[in-house]
């Protein structure tokens, strides 16, 4: 493609406002991965149906294989490299190291994400809450029972003061 087909487009990724030139066809993990190195968030079905590719796009959490970059112009993006602070895990990320909620991994970034997704929405999700949340990710290792125990975790801990969610509250200019 040549360069004239190029669009510019501006987002807060990660707390960090930044510049992109995309493609009209480009994804939005295409994006992440391709032209800022952000790794964590996995690539699979490449049609929104395992989950891998989750991300938060303004709070919510969505399949970034099926978002076109072109979309979140202006908008707020965290990925799984975003969630911590510093050395200190999110509450949610230490709730899987401690609950042993992950075995290859490969899933655990969308899964967190889903999870982070909700706990936003609700600090108090029942247990079904969290599983119809998780359902659109796939995990072909670990049974269920510890990511729904690590998601469950964290919503009975107070979440309202975690400074993670701070530093994203305003948009880029």
Known sequence: MTDRLLKNISIKINGVCK?????????????????L?????????????????TVLLDGEAVNSCLVLAASVDGRQIITIEGLAHGARLDPIQQAFV???ASQCGY????????AKGLLIKSNSPSSEEIQTALAGNICRCTGYKQIVGAVKAV?????????NNEKRSQKCI
Do not use: F, W, Y
Not at 27 to 34: F, G, M, N, S, Y
Not at 37 to 53: D, H, N, R, W
Not at 155 to 163: F, I, Q, R, Y
């Open 155 to 163: 919503s009975e801990k107070d979440t309202k003061n975690n400074p």
């Open 107 to 114: 899933c655990t970034p969308g899964m967190i994400m889903s």
């Open 98 to 100: 401690d609950h042993d």
């Open 37 to 53: 190195g952000l790794i964590g968030t996995k690539v699979s079905c490449g049609q929104g149906e395992c989950g891998a590719c």
């Open 19 to 35: 510049s992109i030139d995309i493609h009209p066809t480009d994804t939005l993990v295409q994006v992440l991965r391709e032209k």
